[in-house]
């Protein structure tokens, strides 16, 4: 069935470095959302990107979709403490335009 | 407007009891869901309404029972709690269609003995 993978597991990185965690899947994506959750939180919506080569930016963060459709990216530059937690990104089930496909997730340790 | 409110934020329960975790959204979402999360598993669809009246299982359906009586609330049940259900819960709700994240609660924290 429809999987995303995302890699790393796990980031650490030093404050000020940048991060970069990538989704990928074998199957074409209608879609890629992104999440964070913080730890001991719950995951909040960060966006949804749509279109083949796509690519947003909020402030530090800059998400790209493949040109394929099968893969994604979210990139931080110059990592804050603020930017510690797990970032998801999902993708909805092929038919079933509200149900979503989960990566497992990136958790990204940033020391000070 | 409160968003998704779920309660409670914490649970224990004893191995066969029964318990319902509410889940309350005031943003006239039609899709409501339920997720557990275990870690390293990361989120689990539990089940899901696509509006009042309709409901449907995700990945992981044993042992849960959901309905939904009204677009606002979607409660949770477990009907004869295992220790395999300790996780956290969350409710998670949003607009039909194809461009809008979810909304998720804060969630519940549930402990089987």
């Known amino acids: 069935g429809q999987q995303v993978m995302q890699i790393p597991q796990y980031q650490h990185v030093q404050e000020g470095e940048d991060f970069t965690t990538y989704c990928n899947s074998s199957?074409?994506?209608?879609?890629i959302q992104w999440y964070k959750q913080r730890p001991g939180g719950h995951p909040v919506f960060l966006i949804q990107?749509?279109?083949s080569g796509e690519v947003k930016k909020q402030k530090r963060l800059t998400f790209q979709f493949g040109e394929a459709k099968k893969n994604s990216s979210l990139h931080i530059t110059a990592t804050q403490t603020t930017d510690v937690g797990t970032y998801f990104c999902?993708?909805?089930?092929?038919?079933?335009?509200?149900?979503?496909?989960w990566g497992l997730g990136t958790s990204l340790a940033v020391n000070p | 407007n409160a968003g998704v409110t779920q309660t409670p934020k914490f649970q224990v329960l004893k191995t066969g009891q029964s318990m319902t975790l509410q889940c309350a959204q005031d943003?006239?979402?039609?899709?409501m869901s339920w997720y557990r999360q275990d870690p390293g598993m990361g989120l689990r669809l539990i089940h899901y309404?696509?509006?009042?009246?309709?409901?449907d299982q995700g990945e992981v359906p044993n042992g849960y029972n959901v309905s939904r009586s009204t677009t606002e609330d979607f409660p949770l049940r477990l009907l004869s709690a295992a220790p395999s259900q300790t996780s956290v819960y969350f409710c998670?709700?949003?607009?039909?269609?194809?461009?809008?994240?979810?909304?998720f609660g804060s969630g519940t924290r549930l402990t089987v003995v």
């Open positions: 998670a709700s949003s607009l039909q269609g194809a461009d809008y994240g979810y909304t």
């Open positions: 943003m006239n979402h039609e899709y």
């Open positions: 309404s696509v509006g009042a009246g309709i409901t």
């Open positions: 199957t074409t994506l209608s879609n």
């Open positions: 990107l749509v279109k």
């Open positions: 999902a993708s909805q089930v092929a038919g079933n335009n509200r149900k979503l496909i």
